[in-house]
């Protein structure tokens, strides 16, 4: 899916005016599927952290967190299953030399042939796809391809190769000397695993009793081959994981329960329910027991934004086959089917992984709104950004209707009575008009007018960035209702 829908580019023209995301090293024409975080990109992505974080660890007393390092060892890697299985198939078109994920390709045709009023042949080709890749039919999959003269959206032809595994992770090396395999090491496709080698530790050092987490937020990379679709699809982005120690055989009701879980905080935003959807896993990882995605309604369709996995004890039983440690854990809690300790055993581990990318994007697009404020006098519009108010890059703007007149310095008294509780801004050039748009398309929830009559009693107006409504207010008062609102 490309980011062509018309609302999609104005919401990454949008992010790019306003200092929200840059592409990489843009000077040099910018580096495929890598994006950088500008002034105001940075502010809503460390807010969305900050409170994914406090949910889930903060306001819990059976998660905590840790901050693992990229690198890892290869062996590490190994264990997981990433260096055999992390594999996309691709297809590559013979013309244009241009790679497509096999599914991708193939889920593109079917969105096309929905828009197109063929809903039934979409669906079908769809879940013939489905059981193709369940199945590593690799045949079938270039059959159904060629069946349903699948084009390249570059050469316009079907002229395509066999299907091939691709390895996503990317690799570089330690050390002095270079081109040994030795030195391999890879750069994590997925935070998870720094918290599986960390269990022990993390569980004795801490006392932690099963079920308990461990959460992380942090980098990950993956060599994504089809990635035109802005911050949706990265080759460096971040990961905010999860994973949930529970006794073997509680892992079903854990499961439901993060399910539930997860998208309560989504909604707890603000987002409305109908933009949310679960989509349960057909093909399963080759460690999971079960496994959903929780879907957001993008400007490019419905996307996974968060995934539940059920991940079994998989991984920390390959950690323990792997470095030649036990991974286990000693349950003195009664068994009352035995009235003898549960005793020792590896944990079962529910996960749970949002991109923090995408979380931006959905934040931004479902804010994302032009609004026509023509009257009969005049034409007017305005684009606005309605984050919810904790999310907001800034939260208060402070505007001196003048330059002079000893208005600034009633602004900067606000300002330094604020800034030490949320993110304040100053502005002083253009028309007020214009400084209330600005702040509109930046998301910024209150203005703060000060004008001649905040010299003689001490009041200011406050204008809200949804309502556009505006009232009068004494300056003493103006930290606390903001406060209050966040
Ligand atoms: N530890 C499990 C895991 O990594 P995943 O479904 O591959 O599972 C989890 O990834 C989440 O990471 C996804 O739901 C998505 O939000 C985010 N994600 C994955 N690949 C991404 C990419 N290339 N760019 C941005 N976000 C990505």
């Not at 999310?391 to 600034?408: E, F, R, T, W, Y």
Request: proline fraction near 3%; include cysteine; charged fraction near 30%.
């Amino acid at each position: 899916m490309a980011n062509d829908t018309p609302l999609f580019q104005s919401i990454i023209s949008h992010a790019k005016e306003y200092g929200f995301i840059f592409p990489s090293s843009e000077i040099y024409d910018g580096l495929q599927a890598v994006y950088d975080y500008g002034q105001m990109g940075s502010e809503l992505k460390k807010n969305i952290k900050d409170h994914w974080w406090k949910s889930m660890t903060q306001l819990r007393d059976d998660v905590v967190g840790i901050d693992a390092a990229i690198f890892m060892h290869p062996t590490t890697w190994k264990a997981s299953g990433h260096v055999d299985n992390f594999n996309d198939p691709m297809i590559d078109n013979r013309d244009s030399k241009k790679r497509y994920r096999v599914d991708h390709l193939i889920e593109a045709h079917a969105e096309a042939l929905m828009a197109a009023g063929q809903k039934e042949q979409a669906a079908a080709l769809v879940t013939s796809m489905e059981g193709l890749l369940a199945a590593d039919d690799f045949v079938g999959l270039k059959k159904l391809i060629e069946d349903h003269q699948i084009k390249c959206a570059v050469s316009d032809t079907c002229h395509w190769t066999d299907i091939r595994q691709f390895n996503l992770m990317f690799a570089t090396e330690f050390g002095a000397t270079s081109g040994e395999e030795d030195n391999k090491v890879y750069l994590r496709p997925e935070t998870a695993q720094g918290i599986f080698v960390n269990f022990l530790n993390v569980q004795k050092t801490g006392r932690m009793k099963v079920p308990f987490g461990i959460a992380q937020v942090g980098k990950a990379f993956r060599n994504e081959i089809v990635a035109r679709q802005f911050v949706f699809r990265m080759r460096e982005f971040e990961q905010m994981e999860m994973q949930f120690f529970v006794r073997p055989g509680t892992q079903k009701q854990w499961y439901e329960y993060w399910k539930q879980c997860r998208l309560q905080w989504h909604l707890d935003l603000g987002l409305p329910a109908d933009k949310y959807r679960y989509h349960d896993h057909v093909k399963l990882a080759h460690y999971a027991d079960a496994a959903c995605d929780i879907e957001f309604d993008f400007p490019i369709g419905f996307k996974e934004l968060e995934g539940i996995h059920s991940r079994t004890d998989f991984d920390l039983r390959q950690h323990q086959e792997y470095s030649k440690k036990k991974q286990q854990y000693f349950d003195n809690e009664i068994d009352p089917s035995t009235g003898k300790p549960f005793g020792n055993y590896i944990p079962y581990v529910v996960e749970t992984s949002i991109g923090l990318d995408r979380m931006f994007l959905a934040v931004l697009s479902h804010a994302y709104e032009e609004q026509d404020l023509s009257t009969d006098e005049k034409q007017d519009s305005r684009v606005v950004l309605k984050f919810p108010a904790a999310l907001a890059p800034i939260k208060l703007a402070v505007l001196p209707l003048n330059k002079k007149d000893g208005l600034p310095e009633i602004a900067q008294e606000i300002i330094a009575q604020c800034k030490d509780d949320f993110r304040c801004f100053y502005e002083e050039k253009d028309s007020i008009g214009k400084r209330y748009r600005r702040m509109d398309a930046l998301g910024t929830p209150f203005c703060i007018t000060v004008d001649y009559q905040s010299k003689e009693d001490r009041t200011v107006t406050i204008r809200y960035r949804d309502s556009m409504q505006q009232e009068r207010i004494s300056i003493d008062s103006i930290k606390d209702l903001i406060k209050k609102a966040l």
